[in-house]
């Protein structure tokens, strides 16, 4: 159980366009989603949290206009990368807390590998 | 500031040696703690967590991990190691305890010799 996906798992876009990437929880709901982003070598950084029916919470330093995310659903969150540059260019993973957790464990998409050209 | 720090960048350990992957935390109290593993093109699996309680916990593929709150330390062990188990490992701290944010160490590659 608690499995979580992402799609795609990995695209490539041309400079100045949007992408969006979806996560899913697909055996349970999630009040809460969280999305990171993963340099290379580099730890996770928590970009947003996201509550099911209202407006993320971004990290200082990520700007909300460029990074939209959307959690319409118990089991679906968006992030949609607008206007991408080569920049932008990275790993991107959610995760999800399930409605029933009691002990905050998060569950982790496999994440989505975003190139920009 | 809250920071995460594994010291360790990447370790080569022989099958069948045993392991031990540091971890430590800044901030004085006692925080939730994670092991997670990453392996190429795989998400995180969770491998061991400290909430309370006892501070020796027993994870999945056989990991343990140890708390020491006097030294700020979360450190993963096993015993021996097995190829299977070269992958990236992650210590994660939620310093709030209220499921919000997780922050993350730099990982260490752990590489596994025949």
């Known amino acids: 159980g608690a499995v979580v996906s992402q799609h795609p798992s990995r695209v490539i876009c041309k400079s100045g366009t949007s992408v969006k990437i979806e996560c899913r929880s697909l055996d349970f709901q999630a009040t809460t989603m969280f999305w990171y982003r993963q340099f290379p070598k580099k730890s996770l950084m928590l970009m947003a949290t996201?509550?099911?029916?209202?407006?993320?919470?971004?990290e200082q330093g990520v700007e909300k206009d460029k990074f939209l995310i959307n959690h319409a659903s118990l089991t679906l969150s968006t992030l949609t990368v607008t206007s991408a540059h080569p920049e932008d260019s990275s790993f991107y993973i959610c995760?999800?807390?399930?409605?029933?957790?009691?002990?905050?464990?998060?569950?982790f998409g496999p994440g989505t590998r975003l190139t920009v050209t | 500031a809250q920071s995460v720090t594994q010291p360790d960048i990447h370790i080569t350990v022989s099958e069948g040696a045993s392991l031990e992957l540091r971890c430590n935390y800044s901030y004085g109290a006692t925080p939730y703690l994670f092991w997670y593993v990453q392996s190429p093109g795989q998400g995180l699996q969770l491998l061991l967590k400290?909430?309370?309680?006892?501070?020796l916990v027993q994870g999945i593929k056989g990991f343990e991990a140890e708390f020491k709150r006097s030294q700020s330390s979360f450190n993963l062990r096993k015993p021996s190691v097995h190829w299977s188990d070269a992958a990236e490992y992650f210590c994660?701290?939620?310093?709030?305890?209220?499921?919000?944010?997780?922050?993350f160490g730099k990982g260490t590659t752990l590489s596994v010799s025949s």
């Open positions: 995760s999800a807390r399930p409605h029933w957790d009691t002990r905050y464990e998060q569950y």
């Open positions: 996201s509550n099911e029916g209202s407006k993320a919470t971004y």
């Open positions: 400290y909430f309370s309680g006892d501070t």
């Open positions: 994660a701290v939620d310093f709030n305890q209220a499921g919000t944010a997780l922050i």
